[in-house]
């Protein structure tokens, strides 16, 4: 959560409100949060000096936070970094939300890493299809067998059409 933060406070300063509103207005569609998370998010970052909270502003008194340069740095090797965790999804929209924010050679480097790590976990799904597609299933299994497999081929289906848009929506 912390690098999403980082990435919207990128675009301009924002106020925790304004910060909520903006997960609310798109990001909720990959990454969800509180209010309170994200209060608890931006403490973190100011205390290692990635965020800075701004002066009270406008009629109510709201109070911006703006990224410093080491928070502008964080972002970026974020950014940069190997796709990692165990929600893919996640991880890849969250970087593709803010790519715009990069240089095209910087976009194309994380563009890449994106597709690896998808292609990555595609080969272990098919890898572990191909071994458990002659398993003996003992009396009685059958209907439990028959829907983990489902689980399987939608996951080894949801990663080729994940890829398919890598490779065509990311440089």
């Not at 972002?75 to 893919?88: K, N, T």
């Not at 689980?151 to 440089?171: C, D, F, I, K, M």
């Amino acid at each position: 959560m912390a690098n999403v933060i980082l990435g919207l406070l990128m675009l301009w300063p924002q106020s925790l409100y304004e910060l909520t509103k903006s997960f609310e207005a798109g990001i909720s569609l990959f990454y969800s949060a509180s209010t309170g998370s994200i209060k608890r998010a931006l403490d973190r970052l100011s205390s290692a000096g990635f965020v800075e909270l701004g002066e009270e502003s406008g009629p109510r008194g709201k109070k911006p936070y703006s990224i410093t340069d080491a928070g502008r740095g964080e972002f970026r090797r974020w950014m940069l970094s190997e796709v990692d965790g165990s929600d893919v999804e996640t991880a890849v929209l969250s970087r593709v939300y803010f790519l715009g924010l990069l240089e095209p050679q910087a976009r194309a480097e994380v563009g890449s890493r994106i597709r690896r790590r998808i292609s990555a976990d595609l080969a272990q799904l098919q890898a572990f299809e191909s071994q458990v597609g002659g398993t003996a299933i003992p009396e009685g299994y059958e209907a439990v067998a028959e829907y983990q497999f489902a689980t399987l081929r939608y996951g080894v289906a949801a990663h080729n059409t994940a890829l398919e848009w890598a490779e065509s929506q990311l440089p």
